[in-house]
């Protein structure tokens, strides 16, 4: 069973940093792009950030630009979303995805999505 599995999430006081992992269990990553998406209550899922199967190009939201920086292991078979100078309004469930493109405009190309992280953001 092909499956992904986001970890990493947790309470974190504003200016604080996060480190998220999505880990592949059934299928490997290697040929598939990677996005992560956010949901915040009462709000539409929106891509923050994707990366290519190489690794070689990435994508960001303009609003998490300089914040948040993404990569990947393709040896854990895990991509990476590290958060840096977290704001409240970062506050979101974190949801990572595969697929054969790297869009964060669109979701619907993606192909796998894990079950999502929460990500809270409180003094």
């Known amino acids: 069973q092909r499956q992904l599995v986001e970890s990493g999430g947790g309470l974190v006081q504003p200016g604080g940093s996060l480190r998220l992992s999505c880990a592949a269990s059934?299928?490997?990553?290697?040929?598939?792009?990677i996005g992560w998406f956010r949901q915040a209550p009462g709000k539409e899922r929106e891509g923050v950030s994707c990366?290519?199967?190489?690794?070689?190009?990435?994508k960001y939201a303009g609003s998490v630009k300089g914040r948040f920086t993404i990569s990947r292991d393709n040896a854990k078979n895990t991509v990476y979303l590290l958060m840096n100078s977290l704001k409240s309004e970062d506050a979101a469930v974190y949801h990572c995805?595969?697929?054969?493109?790297?869009?964060?405009?669109?979701?619907?190309?993606?192909?796998?999505w894990g079950q999502g992280t929460q990500v809270t953001v409180s003094s």
């Open positions: 995805a595969a697929g054969p493109f790297c869009f964060i405009a669109t979701m619907k190309d993606y192909d796998y």
């Open positions: 059934g299928f490997t990553l290697d040929y598939y792009a």
């Open positions: 990366i290519t199967s190489s690794g070689g190009s990435t």
